[in-house]
């Protein structure tokens, strides 16, 4: 089986939050709690696969989040360009994950079906569940389809050999995590299945929720798809700096060959 490098970029962050913007019932709620932006670049090969994509500066702008980076350019010391991406998996389409399809536009993406039905259908009516998602990054996801550039997946489905997807759901209706072969075993790319290794480890919701059980769940099924939880990534812990190794500059890091240190 195919096995691929795994690349962290990180490209924001917003450290004026609380642990209660990141646990349900926290005892410690209003103690400090930072929050990384990461997209993720698998590579095999000549073969890139890119998981999300981050959002612009307009986005950041609009939503007082600025990014420390532009995630298209943060791909340049891979020596990767944006029209490189062919292949885009996109967790959900909440705005800091498909904040940024524009940037890659020979990309086809692969989308859970329920993601795509959940963000166009008519719980988006309700002010608090359309609040992480944007009208225009839903539009170009449209376009995407109707030009013939979107794969559907209904639950588990194959990418590419040694790349799968997992319909998770909880944070979002159609929220899928990504499970990947590398030298070390299979890892689990999370995303927001788990915002923080806390929310896994500890069995904590995350506040951002549209089904609490399968969020639940789910947390036993991301470190269920990984070989060892050491190889289970959280989708915005700043603790994924700490303990894996920068790799070609300061905001990249490399993850398939496991963790320097492991703190649980």
Not at 22 to 32: E, G, I, L
Not at 92 to 97: E, G, I, P, R, S
Request: glycine share 8%; proline share 6%; with cysteine.
């Amino acid at each position: 089986m195919t096995e691929w490098s795994v690349h962290a970029i990180k490209y924001a962050d917003r450290n004026a939050r609380t642990r209660a913007d990141s646990f349900v019932f926290d005892d410690n709620h209003d103690a400090p709690h930072a929050m990384d932006y990461f997209i993720w670049v698998l590579r095999s090969g000549d073969d890139v696969i890119l998981i999300d994509t981050g959002y612009d500066a307009a986005e950041g702008l609009s939503r007082d989040r600025p990014i420390r980076r532009d995630p298209a350019e943060a791909l340049a010391p891979l020596g990767l360009k944006p029209e490189d991406i062919t292949t885009l998996i996109v967790t959900h389409l909440h705005y800091d994950h498909a904040g940024g399809l524009h940037l890659f536009p020979n990309a086809t993406l692969h989308l859970q079906a329920a993601e795509m039905a959940f963000a166009t259908g008519p719980c988006m009516c309700h002010d608090t569940l359309r609040m992480p998602y944007t009208a225009e990054h839903i539009c170009e996801a449209i376009k995407r389809l109707y030009t013939g550039r979107m794969v559907f997946h209904e639950g588990d489905g194959q990418v590419a050999d040694g790349v799968t997807v997992h319909r998770i759901g909880g944070h979002s209706q159609g929220l899928q995590a990504v499970r990947v072969k590398t030298s070390e075993g299979y890892m689990c790319l999370a995303s927001d299945a788990a915002h923080y290794y806390e929310n896994a480890f500890a069995n904590k919701p995350f506040p951002i929720v549209v089904d609490v059980q399968d969020m639940l769940e789910g947390f036993g099924k991301i470190v269920a798809l990984a070989s060892s939880p050491k190889l289970m990534i959280p989708g915005h812990d700043p603790l994924v700096r700490e303990i894996f190794p920068q790799d070609q500059t300061d905001f990249i890091y490399r993850l398939d060959k496991g963790p320097t240190r492991w703190p649980f």
